[in-house]
């Protein structure tokens, strides 16, 4: 027997049995402190948790001294959490009442709220408030299309208009006109291929009017819409970011706006400004 069977031979027999089992053990247990303390195999901490942004929009009604009295969510199937958390901050805003002939009455309009969950120290999310606003509802989206030309990160436009809505809710485009042009590469040619786009999806939207002493009010709003990304151009980094074409929103896109076109009457406004720090309800202190 050569001299590595003979070391064999004697670790498998007697007292050298032990032995070798413990030398073995005490090998294999510094191999995984090795693999556990080395900062390249060990497993990667869980990410922080991020901020969620929420966008709710509730029906409400206004009383004549610009408080909501009910409030019915758009979407149906908002998270019953989300829900609550809305419609604690819909109760704490006031509203310029609407007017019929400088008299205050009551209304009926489309609260957009803006809602930010934070995450806290104790593993739940504290709701912010953001941004608030009113106008009439959306009930049916018109397809929006981006112009074929278009090729990912070389494009990109802000594009608000304004219109006017008839009785029904559907859109006059004989009253459509440019109220914003902003566009990454500018371009009449690219001008006139938004527009055409905007067109196309303000002919298939249908909204829900506002309402003043319950009746619905024709209005002019306007409307404003991101293609590509937005007219900014993204950072290099942001272009390389792996596992996604979307690029950045650098812009944030205006909200919904109206005014009545009926004389004499005015239509209720919801007085926010966001703060310096955003609201939080009750429920997140």
Do not use: W
């Given at each position: 027997m050569g001299a590595a069977g003979s070391i064999v031979a004697r670790?498998?027999?007697?007292?050298f049995r032990v032995s070798a089992m413990s030398i073995i053990s005490r090998?294999?247990?510094l191999a995984l402190a090795v693999?556990?303390?080395s900062p390249s195999l060990a497993a990667d901490p869980a990410p922080a948790p991020k901020t969620r942004v929420e966008t709710v929009s509730l029906r409400v009604t206004v009383d004549a001294a610009g408080k909501v009295q009910t409030m019915k969510p758009s979407d149906p199937q908002i998270a019953a959490g989300l829900l609550t958390v809305?419609?604690?901050?819909a109760r704490r805003l006031t509203f310029t009442p609407a007017r019929k002939q400088g008299v205050a009455v009551p209304g009926g309009t489309t609260l957009s709220m803006v809602i930010a969950l934070e995450p806290r120290a104790d593993g739940q999310y504290g709701p912010h408030l953001r941004r608030a606003t009113n106008g009439p509802g959306?009930?049916?989206v018109g397809k929006t299309v981006a112009p074929k030309y278009q090729q990912g990160k070389e494009n990109g436009a802000l594009v608000a208009v304004a219109v006017s809505l008839l009785a029904d809710g559907t859109t006059d485009m004989g009253t459509m006109a440019t109220e914003r042009m902003e566009l990454r590469v500018p371009s009449a040619f690219a001008e006139a291929r938004y527009l055409d786009a905007i067109k196309t999806s303000l002919r298939g939207t249908r909204f829900e009017l506002d309402k003043v002493d319950g009746v619905g009010i024709p209005e002019r709003v306007s409307v404003a819409y991101r293609f590509g990304g937005g007219p900014k151009k993204p950072k290099q980094n942001e272009e390389e970011r792996r596992?996604?074409?979307k690029l950045p929103e650098d812009v944030e896109v205006p909200?919904?706006?109206a005014v009545s076109l009926a004389p004499g009457i005015e239509l209720a406004k919801v007085d926010y400004t966001a703060p310096a720090k955003a609201v939080a309800t009750d429920a997140a202190k």
């Amino acid at each position: 027997m050569g001299a590595a069977g003979s070391i064999v031979a004697r670790i498998s027999a007697g007292p050298f049995r032990v032995s070798a089992m413990s030398i073995i053990s005490r090998c294999l247990v510094l191999a995984l402190a090795v693999v556990v303390a080395s900062p390249s195999l060990a497993a990667d901490p869980a990410p922080a948790p991020k901020t969620r942004v929420e966008t709710v929009s509730l029906r409400v009604t206004v009383d004549a001294a610009g408080k909501v009295q009910t409030m019915k969510p758009s979407d149906p199937q908002i998270a019953a959490g989300l829900l609550t958390v809305a419609e604690a901050f819909a109760r704490r805003l006031t509203f310029t009442p609407a007017r019929k002939q400088g008299v205050a009455v009551p209304g009926g309009t489309t609260l957009s709220m803006v809602i930010a969950l934070e995450p806290r120290a104790d593993g739940q999310y504290g709701p912010h408030l953001r941004r608030a606003t009113n106008g009439p509802g959306v009930i049916e989206v018109g397809k929006t299309v981006a112009p074929k030309y278009q090729q990912g990160k070389e494009n990109g436009a802000l594009v608000a208009v304004a219109v006017s809505l008839l009785a029904d809710g559907t859109t006059d485009m004989g009253t459509m006109a440019t109220e914003r042009m902003e566009l990454r590469v500018p371009s009449a040619f690219a001008e006139a291929r938004y527009l055409d786009a905007i067109k196309t999806s303000l002919r298939g939207t249908r909204f829900e009017l506002d309402k003043v002493d319950g009746v619905g009010i024709p209005e002019r709003v306007s409307v404003a819409y991101r293609f590509g990304g937005g007219p900014k151009k993204p950072k290099q980094n942001e272009e390389e970011r792996r596992g996604s074409s979307k690029l950045p929103e650098d812009v944030e896109v205006p909200a919904l706006t109206a005014v009545s076109l009926a004389p004499g009457i005015e239509l209720a406004k919801v007085d926010y400004t966001a703060p310096a720090k955003a609201v939080a309800t009750d429920a997140a202190k």
